[in-house]
């Protein structure tokens, strides 16, 4: 069936330009929000980096310490087991030949008693400077570590930057697009009226130009209340009087008076008021003899197409 159409007087015809201007604004917006989205997706990828080795920088510098905490430990430990021994070598006044043969019972038991206790010492003295060089050795390490850890901690910071910044941007042109996507439909829906009132007058013009010559049309249809199975011959271009036959017997079983159950849509080929007027026709189009209905639907045919009756004309 036919689709009621509107009238009214023209507005101002906006541009098509206005549309394409709109149309390659909308475009380039996409095409900015997409790289900025790709690359606030590469920042917080170096921003998730940056964010992994300051969380190892910083472990790795508590364990520095609390390895050094232990060995600050272990050097005090072995400081004063050495004391210790240098104590007992050295005790002041050191024991007589005699007092050392009456402990020990012979001097060779003595010299080895004494040679023991160097030993001894000496490897305490080699453990308390191996406890020193390990110190010395985790607290340049600890340095190093707190150094890195604040130039990762200064990248991290950075990185963080730019990663909202990106985030704000890509913000901003996902609003810019919205409202861009605003104008381009508010462009679109005006072009789109400006047209269907150019047609719509093209139409009233074509009508008005068929209503003065239609005494061109030839041969005859049965009574406007009889039922018919075609719409008779009109002068009509090759083709053109058989699509109108079929759409006739689609739309209404070529009954001239036919009216839906609505009312809205009425005659042989189902007109609205609206478009029948727009191509000539007065009254009621249920109430037009079947030659006037076709040339009328013949003209609208000419003027828009089959696509006029969506179902039937298809």
């Not at 009216?259 to 009254?283: D, H």
Request: aromatic letters at 4%; charged letters at 15%; proline letters at 5%.
């Amino acid at each position: 069936m036919l689709a009621a159409q509107s009238g009214g007087h023209a507005p101002a015809q906006a541009p098509q330009s206005t549309v394409a201007v709109a149309r390659q604004r909308v475009r380039d917006l996409e095409q900015q929000l997409v790289n900025v989205q790709n690359a606030a997706s590469a920042s917080a990828s170096v921003y998730s980096t940056a964010n992994a080795r300051v969380a190892l920088l910083t472990e790795e510098i508590r364990t520095n310490r609390s390895q050094l905490a232990r060995t600050k430990i272990d050097i005090a430990s072995a400081r004063a087991a050495l004391r210790q021994r240098i104590l007992t070598l050295y005790a002041d006044p050191p024991p007589s030949v005699m007092e050392v043969l009456l402990m020990s019972g012979s001097i060779p038991s003595a010299i080895d008693s004494y040679d023991l206790m160097q030993h001894i010492a000496g490897q305490d003295s080699a453990i308390v400077n191996q406890f020193t060089s390990d110190r010395d050795r985790l607290t340049a390490l600890g340095q190093s570590l707190q150094t890195d850890a604040q130039s990762a901690i200064a990248d991290r910071a950075i990185a963080a930057q730019n990663l909202s910044q990106l985030r704000g941007l890509a913000q901003q042109r996902s609003t810019l697009l919205d409202a861009a996507t605003g104008v381009l439909n508010h462009a679109e829906a005006s072009a789109a009226q400006v047209a269907a009132v150019a047609a719509e007058s093209a139409r009233a013009k074509a009508a008005a130009s068929a209503h003065a010559s239609s005494h061109q049309i030839v041969g005859s249809l049965p009574h406007p209340r009889g039922h018919v199975s075609s719409p008779g011959s009109v002068s009509f271009p090759t083709g053109l009087t058989g699509a109108l036959a079929r759409i006739a017997a689609c739309e209404s079983g070529g009954n001239p008076a036919a009216i839906s159950p609505s009312g809205l849509y009425r005659g042989m080929y189902q007109f609205t008021y609206s478009t029948w007027a727009s191509v000539g026709g007065t009254g009621d189009p249920a109430a037009a003899s079947a030659t006037e209905q076709t040339m009328r639907a013949g003209i609208l045919y000419q003027r828009s197409g089959p696509g006029q009756w969506p179902v039937c004309g298809a």
